[in-house]
């Protein structure tokens, strides 16, 4: 068991920012873009979202580690992260679901992070001077000399981080949301062959496989190079899109991937990265926000209808970018970003936010049933075709 320590650690941004505080986790070095979650809960599952891959994550809200960690919050393997800032640190967690604390299971992880510092100064400066890498050292002291390795780091914007996280192997995934945590009623399995649901797996999180699982789907995960042909040999009623790290326009193999699988004319469903690698294959651009949206209150929504969001991303569509065929469904209201995306003939559709918020709200759960129906109705089409 780690006791509650005291050994220094130096935080350094790429415009030479500087914060001093104490160590915790693991020891070492570790460089990635500095950005920050408002998210009052659920770090647990932010820790462990692929999307966060080479970035190290500032939690703004004041209190880290006092529920612990468990195994069934984790939404990957491991913790994505590069490194954690925290305000605040638990070492002695209550939960009745705790299985360690946070500071020894990132330790366990080897992963560094640094509290004590002044959260609320470092997200204003995010917020003015934009998203930046950075470094948290617990060996290396001197500002100047950490200052160096930073500047030398590789930017976010062109970096192609998809191929760190996605599958290895193709795995077919069974478990839907346990039923303390079900907040709907459960539907009814009528049909004896469910609808199949091929994920293009860019770093899917795994409560939106339990999610698909709960809405009765057959769901057979996939690595993010597989070709379309190899896709098809499952007879697939739909595509799913995942979320997943990094600039999504140097995903090429993703893109052409989905260009093909459009013109099949297969249900299609992105979240995340898969709605900008969608947008990407429709013809659209996309752009790096200045510091993103990572948060579990983000609203979004278009005429008058509001949904309160789960986000976490670094880059958007851009909507002057997109052509006629394809519509606009929702916009995050905080800034009028494309939020949401519709072709107006084919069966697809994406969202930049995260439905199965976990944790977070359910508004936009709605979005798997919609996807279920569209698979349905097109299934029934190919029957009486």
Request: charged share 20%; aromatic share 8%; net charge negative.
């Amino acid at each position: 068991m780690i006791t509650n320590q005291t050994e220094p650690a130096l935080l350094v941004l790429e415009d030479g920012t500087v914060f001093r505080g104490k160590s915790f986790g693991a020891k070492g070095t570790t460089i990635g873009e500095v950005v920050f979650n408002t998210g009052m809960t659920g770090y647990q599952e932010v820790l462990t979202d692929p999307s966060y891959r080479g970035q190290m994550v500032t939690f703004t809200y004041p209190e880290l580690g006092n529920t612990g960690v468990n195994p069934d919050d984790e939404e990957s393997d491991q913790p994505q992260v590069s490194g954690v800032i925290a305000r605040n640190l638990c070492y002695s967690p209550s939960n009745y679901r705790s299985r360690s604390s946070l500071p020894d299971y990132l330790n366990h992880h080897n992963v560094i992070g640094i509290y004590g510092i002044d959260t609320r100064a470092l997200t204003r400066i995010l917020r003015s001077s934009g998203a930046m890498n950075g470094a948290i050292s617990t060996e290396i002291l001197g500002e100047k000399e950490l200052l160096e390795k930073v500047q030398t780091a590789p930017k976010m914007l062109g970096l192609n981080l998809v191929n760190e996280v996605t599958t290895k192997e193709v795995y077919e995934w069974s478990d839907s949301t346990a039923e303390t945590w079900e907040f709907r009623p459960v539907l009814a399995q009528n049909d004896p062959k469910p609808l199949t649901v091929v994920a293009i797996d860019f770093g899917i999180k795994r409560n939106i496989l339990r999610r698909l699982a709960s809405y009765s789907c057959r769901v057979i995960v996939v690595p993010a190079n597989t070709t379309p042909e190899t896709i098809y040999q499952y007879n697939p009623d739909g595509i799913f899109l995942s979320n997943g790290p990094g600039d999504p326009a140097v995903v090429k193999e993703g893109i052409a991937t989905t260009k093909a699988l459009l013109e099949t004319g297969t249900p299609m469903f992105g979240i995340c990265m898969g709605h900008q690698i969608l947008g990407l294959s429709l013809g659209a651009e996309t752009f790096k926000l200045k510091f993103g949206h990572r948060g579990l209150n983000q609203p979004a929504g278009l005429a008058q209808t509001v949904e309160i969001t789960s986000q976490n991303h670094g880059f958007a569509v851009t909507e002057t970018s997109l052509n006629p065929q394809v519509e606009i469904t929702h916009l995050n209201l905080n800034d009028r970003t494309v939020a949401g995306l519709r072709h107006k003939t084919l069966p697809v559709f994406s969202v930049q936010y995260h439905p199965e918020a976990s944790p977070g709200p359910h508004d936009a759960d709605y979005l798997f049933a919609q996807f279920v129906a569209s698979m349905e109705e097109h299934k029934q089409k190919k029957t009486t075709a």
